[in-house]
């Protein structure tokens, strides 16, 4: 199995986790510093892991899904909104 088949069975299937950092958080260093690395990576990103579990959480019928293919069913039904909102605006 490849890395990217790998990392998507471990961190796609719910309830979902956050990889870790494939380097060190300094490894951007000057550009960006270990501790905003980590602040973003551990609180920022783990946040929005927790909401999807949260979300996901409520509706068992969507947990058997992988989180890319709920995601791109959450885009086109976005986009689907937005074209109708878009339509009744008009016909206003």
């Known amino acids: 199995m490849d890395e990217l088949s790998l990392y998507q069975?471990?961190?796609t299937k719910y309830p979902y986790t956050l990889p870790a950092l494939d380097y060190a958080y300094d490894a951007l260093a000057p550009y960006i510093d270990e501790q905003t690395?980590?602040?973003h990576h551990d609180k920022h990103h783990q946040a929005y892991i927790d909401?999807?579990?949260e979300a996901v959480g409520k509706y068992p019928e969507l947990q058997s899904t992988?989180?890319?293919t709920l995601l791109?069913?959450?885009?086109?039904?976005?986009?689907?909104?937005?074209?109708?909102?878009?339509?009744?605006a008009a016909a206003i």
């Open 9 to 11: 069975t471990a961190h």
């Open 37 to 39: 690395m980590q602040l």
């Open 51 to 53: 909401h999807a579990n």
């Open 66 to 68: 992988d989180l890319v």
């Open 72 to 88: 791109a069913h959450l885009k086109t039904c976005l986009q689907r909104s937005k074209r109708h909102c878009k339509a009744t």
